[in-house]
């Protein structure tokens, strides 16, 4: 089955840089990535996703890449600011069919110092 | 609010117990996914359903788990004979299925003592 990984698990940049979170995933059949942001306590939140005919997409400050030879996809967030801090998840699936089940990393822990 | 809801949102119970849950998707959505995440780890995907339909069970979950959706709405999902290692956060999602954007609910946080 797919095995999707998160590289590092926690992460720790000043108020105003740049953050980046690295994803891999196994199965060369993904063709959905989402990206979840969960504060504590609360639910997932869905942030941004790319499918696999996309190489990269943006919203705001925040913006996705996705490198299918290399089967990983990244996490771009721009002028970090303390309500950014949070844990962040990737997450892999074969949907939108059958196949619809997102597979999960361990997450990231984003602390953004003020 | 329009988003997923989930009941009740913290369950305590002693090992044996039976416990249940319940899912309240987006109303438009005719997916529904089941996941469990425990401290520190992503959620796993337990089970889904499209309408009426349970499509795919995850090998997580055992023959002391039982989900349905009867009527394509809302859904439960049962454990039967709790143990101590079934404590964790139970989250609910759904989706359209036209593009698997999936919509989380709050959770329920189940402690079996």
């Known amino acids: 089955g797919e095995n999707v990984e998160q590289h590092p698990s926690t992460l720790s940049v000043q108020e105003g840089d740049s953050a980046v979170i690295k994803c891999t995933y196994s199965?060369?059949?993904?063709?959905?990535f989402p990206w979840y942001k969960q504060e504590l306590g609360k639910r997932p939140q869905l942030i941004i996703d790319?499918?696999?005919?996309?190489g990269e997409k943006k919203d705001q400050r925040i913006a996705v890449t996705l490198n299918k030879t290399a089967k990983h996809f990244s996490l771009h967030i721009t002028e970090t600011q303390p309500e950014d801090s949070a844990v962040y998840f990737c997450?892999?699936?074969?949907?939108?069919?059958?196949?619809?089940?997102?597979?999960f990393g361990k997450g990231i822990t984003l602390s953004v110092r003020p | 609010d329009t988003g997923v809801s989930q009941d009740p949102r913290h369950k305590i119970t002693k090992r044996g117990q039976n416990v249940t849950f319940r899912c309240d998707p987006i109303?438009?959505?005719?997916?529904l996914y089941w996941y469990r995440q425990t401290l520190g780890q992503g959620p796993e995907f337990l089970t889904y359903?499209?309408?009426?339909?349970?499509?795919?069970k995850s090998r997580l979950l055992s023959d002391r788990f039982s989900a349905e959706r009867p009527k394509g709405s809302f859904s439960t999902l049962e454990i039967q004979r709790t143990e101590q290692g079934d404590s964790a956060m139970y989250l609910c999602?759904?989706?359209?299925?036209?593009?698997?954007?999936?919509?989380f609910g709050p959770g329920t946080r189940l402690t079996v003592l």
């Open positions: 999602a759904s989706s359209t299925g036209r593009n698997n954007e999936q919509f």
């Open positions: 199965d060369s059949a993904s063709n959905y």
């Open positions: 790319i499918r696999s005919n996309v």
């Open positions: 997450a892999a699936s074969k949907g939108p069919g059958a196949n619809s089940k997102l597979t």
């Open positions: 109303s438009e959505h005719n997916r």
């Open positions: 359903f499209q309408n009426e339909a349970q499509l795919e």
